[in-house]
């Protein structure tokens, strides 16, 4: 059995001087989790979010419901 490694990626509208996290939605499939990291830190610790939540944390995202920083 073979162990797939996350393929990291940042959003394409993120260029906001590094501030960025990185997901790996190639996971979903066969592990039903996305990891979320922060970009700075590669070697850090990881969230394992569930799928619904992370689609739902993107929709709030889009919608601005979420406020700025």
């Known amino acids: 059995m073979t162990t797939e490694s996350p393929r990291w990626f940042t959003s394409s509208y993120s260029d906001n001087g590094g501030d960025c996290v990185e997901v790996a939605v190639n996971l ?4 039903g989790v996305v990891p979320v990291r922060d970009s700075k830190n590669v070697s850090g610790p990881v969230l394992r979010v569930a799928p619904g939540s992370f689609v739902s944390f993107v ?11």
Request: hydrophobic letters at 55%.
């Open 28 to 31: 979903v499939a066969a592990h």
């Open 59 to 69: 929709a709030g995202v889009k919608a601005g419901e979420l406020g700025s920083v």
